[in-house]
Each structure stands twice: as structure tokens, then as C-alpha cells.
């Protein structure tokens, strides 16, 4: 084998174009692979949390009423058992009321869902308090925050008033508003419709004395655990849903994404099998005559097939190695710096109902040259096996008559 190993490895040498593009074929099938996964898997982790962190959150506890009906009217009965949201996993929690109405400034109006919040303790759930980009964040009643779309069709600027118009459990109600800041999160269902005000003026605005739902924070990878342990401890009437089963639509896109990929990474191994194995079989009919010598002087067709197929797999071994560095030398550095962020932007206002995300950071995970690696071991299996059976069937005499 020794002899034979040293023999392909110089002949991969001898054409060092057919070689290279072979290298370069196996490379980029290896690296669009890994990285093809990687990015998806990034994304919509990106996605799923930014929605944690800016539009609902890792864990909600809400009455069932209002999870199928998210109207003020079933709002939570009670806050009594806030102390059963004590759990090793719970780092915080803070008071959410969302309801219906009509924001109107003196140019515009526009019926939109506001948010009452807490303050003092929403900073330690989400971090809408940090994507106020002018301005400054809510501070007490009658101040709002809006997102800066909406606050240019409204035509309002920081300092300036609206009028918020609701009606509820306290009936009709109005409250004028000061904007003190606008938020500006690259969120299409924030930065085009939000409006935040403090969750005693959404109380006194709609009659409710608890709140709509109450948002936990946990860590990454344990909200479904967390929210059914959480469920067990509280009354039959109120239900807690991790970050996965308040997506809504984003999850059906983000689901189906996850089905094309493993089409897209089995497409790319189909494509270097067909380019090695067509290199490769080119390289044995124009190099027919030579190894018809070459079995001549005592090399059996077995060994000359031995030969040919370790050809095939150092040159497919130096093209996965390659892609294999070069994507995770990519992925390495996108996993640390928010490189696709800018195209990001563009990409959200051209496609506001996609779910998309101004961060991008790849997944730096090892699994993804796995699969890579799988999908090129299959690709190599086909590209040897055709080349092998043609040398196989070679016949000395025949192949040195050949010109």
C-alpha cells in the first residue's frame, strides 16, 4: 500500500490544474456545507432570541383566556402567585399590559397594540429600555416611547405630545402623552408600531389592577423546561409558554427553512461526487495507455485500481480540509462580529414580515463539519467507484495501442 500511496500521491502532482480544480470543487461543497448550516442555525437562533429580548420573552405566564383572546378582559385575575415564580432557572420577572387603541398626534392617527411596562424591572427582562436610540426611556406616567417609524408617519418628535385613546374595563379613556424617546431596534413590528408607556398608566387607561402577562427571564436553551415546571406549581387557569410557542408565524418560517437545508447540503455533495468523478474519469481514459504500461510491467489491475481510487480520496481528503478551515475560520470570526448587520438592515426593510434580525452570528458548532464531512465521505464513495470498475476491466494490450 506504502509503494501504491506514494505513486497516486505524486501522480495528483503531474496535473497540477486537474488536481487543484478538483480541490477547489471538493473545497467549496465542503465549506458551503458547514457553513450553509451554521449560518440557518445562526439566524434563526438570532431571530428567536431577539424576539425573546424585545417582543415577548424567554418564558410568559399568562391566563389561558388571554392567550386565545389577547384582550384586556382576560387579563390575569390575580398576582398572587408571583411567589410561585420562584425557580433556580428564574433570574427575573416583570409585569406586562398590552391593549388596543388609537394614538393620535396632531397630524395623524393610527390604531395600534400599546405596551404598559414597569419601568424599573423591564431592563431586567428585555432590553427595550437599551434600544431607545433618541431620547431617553420611560420613566413614570404620562410618557411614552415610540418606535421611530411610527413616530415619523405620526409626524412626532422627542418632547413633542399625542393623545392615546383606549377603551376597556374603565370604558372610554384618553391620556396625552409626552414622547421621550424612540426606539430603534431594526424590529419591523417595534420600530413601525410600538408604543410604551408605564404600567400604572395602561392600569389607570384600562381598568386592569394586574396585568396581561408576566415575562421571566431564563437562560438560553431552558425555557421549555423551565415553563413546564413553572406550570405545575400554578393554578389550572393560567398557562406559561416558552419563547418556541410565542413565535407564531416566525416558527412555521423557521421550520421550514430547517427542511430545505439538508436538500441544499445533499445538493452540494451531489455536486462534487459529479465533478470528481468526471475529472477522475477523464483522467483514466486520457492516462489509458499509460497504465496499460504500467500493468505491463507487473502493476495488477487491482493495484492500478487501488492506485486510482487513492487518488480520488487524497484529492478528496485536501479539498474537505481545505473547506473545512476556511468555513470555520469564517464562521469563527462572523460568531464574534456582527459582519452581515448592515445587509441585515437592508434585508428588514425590504422584507418587514420575514422575522429577520439586524444580528447575524453563525453557530460556531463542531456538528456542522460532521455533516460536511458525511455528505463528502458519501460524495467520494460515488466519485471512486466508477473510475475503479473502468481500470478494473483494463486490457493491457489494448490500452498501449491506444493513442
Known amino acids: 500500500m506504502t509503494p501504491l500511496l506514494r505513486l497516486a500521491w505524486r501522480n495528483l502532482w503531474r496535473h497540477k490544474t486537474r488536481t487543484g480544480l478538483l480541490v477547489l470543487v471538493v473545497a467549496y461543497a465542503t465549506f458551503m456545507i458547514a457553513f450553509l448550516w451554521s449560518f440557518n442555525n445562526g439566524a434563526n437562533d438570532g431571530a428567536v432570541r431577539a424576539n425573546a429580548l424585545y417582543v415577548s420573552a424567554s418564558v410568559q405566564v399568562s391566563s389561558r383566556a388571554w392567550a386565545d383572546d389577547p384582550d384586556p378582559t382576560h387579563a390575569l385575575p390575580n398576582l398572587d402567585f408571583l411567589e410561585t415564580l420562584q425557580h433556580p432557572q428564574v433570574s427575573a420577572f416583570t409585569l406586562r399590559l398590552d391593549f388596543p387603541a388609537l394614538v393620535r398626534s396632531a397630524y395623524a392617527s393610527e390604531g395600534v397594540l400599546v405596551r404598559g411596562v414597569d419601568p424599573a424591572t423591564e431592563g431586567r427582562v428585555s432590553r427595550l429600555p437599551t434600544g431607545v436610540g433618541e431620547g431617553r426611556w420611560i420613566r413614570g406616567r404620562g410618557e411614552a416611547v415610540l418606535g421611530y417609524k411610527l413616530a415619523e408617519r405620526l409626524d412626532v418628535r422627542v418632547g413633542e405630545r399625542l393623545v392615546l385613546d383606549t377603551a376597556a374595563l374603565a370604558g372610554p379613556q384618553a391620556a396625552g402623552l409626552r ?25 389607570a387607561l384600562t381598568g386592569v389592577t394586574t396585568a396581561t402577562s408576566v415575562a421571566l427571564s431564563v437562560p438560553w436553551g431552558r425555557e421549555a423546561a423551565t415553563a413546564q415546571a413553572i406550570q405545575k406549581r400554578l393554578p389550572h387557569d393560567l398557562q406559561t409558554s416558552g419563547i418556541w410557542d410565542l413565535l407564531g408565524a416566525i416558527r412555521t418560517d423557521i421550520e421550514l427553512e430547517n427542511q430545505f437545508v439538508p436538500l441544499f447540503g445533499l445538493l452540494f455533495g451531489l455536486v462534487a461526487a459529479f465533478a470528481v468523478t468526471s475529472a477522475v474519469l477523464v483522467s483514466v481514459i486520457e492516462r489509458t495507455r499509460e497504465f496499460g504500461i504500467i500493468v505491463a510491467v507487473g502493476l495488477s489491475p487491482r493495484g492500478l485500481a487501488v492506485m486510482v481510487t487513492l487518488e480520488s480520496v ?46 447575524i452570528y453563525p453557530d460556531p458548532s463542531p456538528v456542522y463539519g460532521l455533516y460536511a464531512t458525511l455528505t463528502i465521505l458519501l460524495a467520494a464513495v460515488f466519485s471512486i467507484l466508477i473510475p475503479a470498475r473502468r481500470v478494473l476491466r483494463l486490457k493491457p494490450t489494448e490500452a498501449m495501442r491506444m493513442q
Do not use: K
Open 314 to 359: 487524497l484529492t478528496t481528503f485536501l479539498g474537505w480540509l481545505l473547506g473545512l478551515v476556511v468555513a470555520y475560520a469564517l464562521i469563527g470570526y462572523m460568531a464574534t462580529h456582527n459582519v452581515l448587520g448592515p445587509i441585515m438592515r437592508e434585508l428588514i426593510g425590504a422584507f418587514p414580515a420575514a422575522g429577520l434580525t439586524s444580528e
Open 179 to 203: 414622547v421621550v424617546g424612540l426606539l430603534r431596534v431594526y424590529m419591523p413590528n417595534l420600530d413601525e408600531s410600538a408604543v410604551l408607556i408605564s404600567l400604572e398608566q395602561a392600569r
